[in-house]
């Protein structure tokens, strides 16, 4: 089945401690994106990517790192300058420019918490 | 970069009528796309509906349909006929044409009142 798998659906980290969240597709979608949700708020942009070893930043790309060494793969790691990482994170895909849809599809989830 | 507002943190409908959700959105681009997306208390994102910016034509997905008005940057989802399992969050959201940049409004909390 072709989809996004984001692992794991709960972390729990102790405050200080970097952590990678993992979000891999086999959609063969060129464009990979990270997003944070706080409780009854929106979708914010952490990073984007649109290629092979290139990520831009989004919003609120402070305290985050990404990395893009293969298509399928779009890590996030939440570092400790990150004031505030407790949160939902979603990680998305989508094809690129015309033709396909255009729309992004979104794996489940990783619900992150710092203790 | 491209901003996304929905202006009804919370809207309510009666079963079996309709509603309307808001998405206005700001943006010096002419190509582009616009979602939305439900999410139930699964938190899953679910595409409930898309808009090319280029087609005049508003796009209706069985009970869901949009109101695109491109020179007001205005984007509606019209909901007809609300059903229970309606009852979710919705967000409203761009994508760019040129760098695929994708944003999302605040979201909208939707009930449904059986």
């Known amino acids: 089945d072709g989809g996004i798998t984001q692992s794991p659906k709960y972390l729990f980290r102790k405050e200080g401690q970097n952590v990678t969240l993992s979000c891999e597709q086999n959609?063969?979608?060129?464009?990979m994106y990270w997003y944070r949700q706080d409780p009854g708020q929106g979708l914010r942009l952490i990073y984007y990517?649109?290629?092979?070893?290139?990520?831009q930043k989004g919003d609120i790309a402070e305290g985050y790192s990404v990395s893009r060494e293969k298509k399928e793969s779009f890590p996030l790691t939440v570092t400790s300058a990150q004031k505030n990482p407790t949160a939902f994170y979603l990680c998305?895909?989508?094809?690129?420019?015309?033709?396909?849809?255009?729309?992004?599809?979104f794996g489940q989830g990783t619900r992150l918490t710092v203790v | 970069a491209q901003t996304v507002t929905q202006s009804q943190p919370e809207m309510s409908v009666q079963e079996a009528e309709t509603v309307t959700l808001s998405c206005t959105y700001d943006?010096?681009?002419?190509?582009?796309?616009l979602f939305w997306y439900k999410q139930p208390p699964s938190r899953q994102m679910i595409l409930v509906i898309r808009?090319?910016?280029?087609?005049?034509q508003n796009a209706t997905e069985n009970r869901f349909s949009v109101n695109f008005q491109k020179a007001a940057k205005s984007f509606s989802l019209k909901i007809s006929d609300s059903q229970l399992g309606d009852a979710a969050m919705y967000f409203c959201?761009?994508?760019?044409?040129?760098?695929?940049?994708?944003?999302f409004g605040a979201g909208t909390r939707l009930t449904v009142k059986p």
């Open positions: 943006t010096s681009e002419s190509d582009y796309y």
């Open positions: 998305a895909s989508s094809i690129p420019g015309q033709g396909g849809y255009p729309e992004a599809f």
């Open positions: 990517s649109q290629i092979v070893n290139d990520f």
């Open positions: 808009q090319e910016a280029y087609k005049q």
């Open positions: 959609l063969n979608h060129d464009a």
């Open positions: 959201a761009y994508r760019s044409s040129y760098n695929n940049d994708m944003r």
